[in-house]
């Protein structure tokens, strides 16, 4: 039986972007990580690249199981690790809870020593390659008790979470599930509808894609296997959200339609659309988990030559204004870039009449 104080020995089971992930985290903290995987080159790939050992634990001293593994094998997994390691506490990372412990309520294993959990991080990447120890420095982690837990297990899964450096949260499965709906597998479906719609735009239209384009499509391309196993699992709450977009859609058709003439009664206007817009993104809370701050973007056109970029960084250093945000566009017909800088609203000005006497555009 495990004894001993510190970290306790930890078991990953899946070792893809998100087990690797955790595997690199908890081993930068001093933890002693092992790594299985039902395709065993993906743990030593994982190991290789330091986020633990492939070699077999002694199942007597697993203090934790993390099940980082598809949605659809996370029940199996978990019922099994709960037997094989009898001291340990077992959680899973998959991005829906309800049916997995729907699952476990039905087998006869210790579910004292189950704690769902669900990081907010990821990537529209998959496997142990592209794992990142910093994923979850500061992001929302989900943690999911239920009434049969035990306190020293869900303590044992925010030690966890706070090996990662992630910010916790605590709910019950079913408000879990419906506000990832809302903020995390919506989202995915209508990016993956924006870039869908692009199979069928010409080739000679999608040169002038810009960053905007970029933005909306990024997390469309992840996975269909993992998220069409996600979407499943979340049936019901996400066919909740996907109903009240088409009404927002048939809305906002009205508000165009009626834009050219200015006749569309107040609440259905094109500006009132765009405002809601506006409002949304400002909901989300910013950076380290605090309230969203408005800020202001400095816009700076950088020259495609060596060392513009260090200059125009040393420029802003001098400046002496934190920057919260960068984000670059290129102009593939020029040879130039822009730099949208997001600083603090008090300081925009300001910054941009230092780049101007520096010899930079502003736009
Ligand atoms: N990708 C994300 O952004 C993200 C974020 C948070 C949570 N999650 C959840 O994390 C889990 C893993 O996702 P991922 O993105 O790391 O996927 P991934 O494909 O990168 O990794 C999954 C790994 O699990 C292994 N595996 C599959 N079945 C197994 C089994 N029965 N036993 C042992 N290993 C098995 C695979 O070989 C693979 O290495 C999913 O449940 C997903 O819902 C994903
Ligand atoms: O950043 C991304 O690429 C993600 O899609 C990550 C994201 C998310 O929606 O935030 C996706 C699914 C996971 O369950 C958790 C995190």
């Given at each position: 039986m495990r004894t001993e104080a510190g970290p306790p020995v930890t078991v990953v089971v899946g070792a893809g972007l998100v087990g690797a992930s955790i595997g690199h985290a908890l081993t930068g903290a001093g933890w002693r990580v092992h790594l299985v995987d039902a395709v065993p080159s993906h743990a030593m790939v994982a190991a290789g690249l330091?986020?633990?050992?492939a070699e077999p634990a002694e199942p007597s001293e697993v203090g934790l199981v993390v099940v980082a593994v598809p949605p659809r094998t996370i029940a199996d997994v978990v019922g099994e690790s709960l037997q094989t390691y009898p001291y340990a506490t077992v959680t899973d990372v998959g991005s829906v809870k309800a049916g997995v412990l729907d699952a476990l309520w039905?087998?006869?294993?210790?579910?004292?020593r189950y704690v769902g959990s669900h990081p907010m991080a990821g990537s529209h990447h998959s496997g142990?390659?592209?794992?990142?120890?910093?994923?979850?420095?500061?992001r929302t982690w989900v943690v999911t008790p239920h009434r049969k837990s035990a306190e020293a297990s869900t303590a044992r899964v925010v030690e966890l979470v706070r090996a990662c450096r992630a910010r916790l949260v605590t709910l019950d499965v079913d408000d879990h599930d419906a506000a990832v709906a809302r903020v995390s597998h919506l989202p995915h479906l209508v990016s993956v509808l924006m870039a869908g719609h692009?199979?069928?735009?010409?080739e000679e239209d999608l040169v002038l894609a810009g960053q905007g384009l970029r933005d909306v499509t990024r997390?469309?391309?992840?996975?269909p296997g993992l998220w069409q196993q996600i979407v499943r699992a979340n049936a019901t709450a996400v066919l909740r959200e996907l109903r009240q977009v088409a009404v927002s859609l048939d809305r906002l058709i009205t508000a165009v339609e009626t834009a050219p003439t200015d006749e569309a009664p107040a609440d259905l206007s094109l500006s009132r659309e765009l405002e809601r817009g506006v409002d949304g993104t400002r909901r989300i809370p910013g950076k380290h988990g605090s309230a969203a701050v408005p800020y202001e973007q400095v816009v700076v056109a950088i020259p495609d030559e060596p060392g513009a970029l260090a200059r125009l960084f040393g420029d802003v250093e001098a400046a002496g204004v934190n920057v919260e945000d960068i984000a670059i566009e290129h102009d593939a017909s020029r040879q130039v870039g822009y730099l949208t800088l997001s600083v603090q609203p008090e300081r925009a000005e300001g910054l941009a009449v230092v780049m101007r006497d520096g010899g930079w555009t502003v736009v």
């Open positions: 330091g986020a633990g050992t039905e087998r006869p294993v210790d579910l004292t142990p390659v592209t794992a990142d120890g910093d994923l979850f420095v500061d692009l199979t069928d735009v010409p997390i469309a391309g992840g996975d």
